[in-house]
């Protein structure tokens, strides 16, 4: 009966949602697996000697930082202020944006998965659960502080 009985319109409460560690660790997991593959297969390629193709050998080093780059920068908490202000931290970085920065949310295909804020000029996402409670109030409190964000349904 503590916050439960406050209702996400209630001013003065910061909402915060943060991912389950485990799903996390999960995720960098996999992105690690991943990527001690495709150093196989690059030194596989390299074993073949200098005539190996160092245009493929660049281009599969090109998508390994930028998919770290980009997975790095994938939110794990999202914390709304009493002002409004969306605090979406990463372990790249940390986004503050205002009601009035986002153009567009769109939730993932299934219940758990990757939240994509469209903002001016970039996307930040987030990785979440649908089911959980504080993310909807925090989704529903942006609708009230700015009606013109759309919700891209599939």
Do not use: H
């Not at 916050?3 to 960098?28: D, I, M, T």
């Not at 160092?54 to 908490?77: E, K, P």
């Amino acid at each position: 009966m503590r916050e439960r009985n406050r209702g996400p319109r209630e001013k003065g409460r910061v909402l915060s949602y943060s991912v389950p560690q485990v799903a996390v660790w999960g995720f960098y997991v996999f992105l690690l697996l991943w990527t001690c593959v495709s150093i196989g297969f690059i030194w596989a390629k390299g074993q073949e000697g200098p005539a190996g193709d160092f245009l493929l050998l660049g281009m599969i080093a090109f998508v390994l930082g930028f998919t770290w780059y980009f997975s790095l920068g994938i939110s794990y908490r999202a914390e709304l202020d009493p002002d409004g202000v969306l605090n979406l931290k990463s372990f790249r970085r940390v986004l503050l944006l205002s009601p009035a920065d986002i153009k567009q949310v769109e939730p993932p295909f299934l219940p758990w998965g990757f939240m994509r804020f469209k903002l001016e000029r970039e996307k930040a996402y987030i990785f979440c659960s649908l089911t959980n409670e504080t993310l909807r109030e925090i989704i529903k409190r942006i609708l009230e502080l700015n009606p013109e964000v759309k919700i891209k349904s599939r």
